[in-house]
């Protein structure tokens, strides 16, 4: 599939925001506590109507830029799907990490844009040393997008995350210990070999006497050796 090109002719930021505020709806924006979402900043979008909005609208950097800057959730998160990964500065991505405030936000960004950035391995180790929930899930969310989209790195660099995945473990945030299982299941699935050290790491969790390291590691176990994964490993 062809990669989209930056938009020519773009609207501003207030006439998309406007647009947005024509989008929204009162049951979505009140289906968004059951999922742990503030509601406080959103109009009440589906994630499927952003996509199509971010479709027609195209790339564009500096649209993204003013979109994060509104505060707006469904902005952000449209900017998230508009920037250019190649654009992306390392300051951006730890001012728009510092903004985190939910899951949701958290995953878009790492899933949708930075894993796409030359930053994200260095980001991720940074990341993975931050004492807010949400920047620390982050890192992983990061990791775990890495694992999933990234066909070009090697193992070697994947193994070299594992000591940090164990290291968080013990933290015992409900997002936090999410991400980290998230990342080391990501990783199990990339090659026999990673599979082999993420099935150790998570054994080791699994055993640990802290709980958020054994709920990670059978979390991880669950799924690293069941009859789907390891069908897929065969294959490789």
């Known amino acids: 599939m062809a990669a989209r090109r930056p938009n020519q002719t773009k609207p501003t930021v207030a006439e998309i925001v406007k647009s ?4 929204a709806s009162k049951s979505v924006r009140d289906g968004m506590a059951r999922y742990a979402i503030p509601a ?11 996509q199509a909005f971010a479709k027609k609208l195209g790339l564009s950097h500096d649209l993204a830029l003013g979109l994060w800057k509104t505060g707006w959730y469904e902005a952000r998160l449209l900017a998230c799907m508009l920037d250019e990964p190649d654009r992306v500065t390392p300051k951006q991505m730890d001012e728009w990490c510092k903004d985190f405030d939910s899951w949701a936000i958290c995953d878009t960004a790492c899933f949708k844009l930075f894993d796409q950035t030359p930053h994200a391995f260095t980001k991720f180790r940074q990341w993975a040393k931050r004492k807010p929930e949400f920047e620390k899930r982050a890192a992983f969310a ?15 660099r994947f193994t070299e995350c594992l000591p940090l995945v164990e290291a968080a473990s013990v933290d015992d945030r409900n997002f936090v210990k999410k ?7 990501g990783i199990g699935r990339r090659s026999r070999a990673l599979h082999s050290l993420s099935v150790a790491v998570a054994r080791r969790l699994a055993a640990a006497g802290e709980a958020a390291s054994r709920w990670i590691g059978k979390d991880a176990l669950r799924e690293l050796t069941g009859p789907v994964v390891l069908r897929q490993l065969a294959k490789k």
Not at 143 to 154: F, I, P, R, V
Not at 179 to 185: I, N, Q, T
């Open 179 to 185: 991400g980290v299982s998230w990342a080391l299941r």
């Open 142 to 156: 990061l990791l775990a997008s890495l694992a999933l989209h990234d066909k070009e790195t090697g193992d070697e």
């Open 20 to 23: 947005l505020q024509a989008m």
């Open 40 to 50: 406080d900043k959103a109009f009440g979008i589906s994630v499927g109507s952003l």
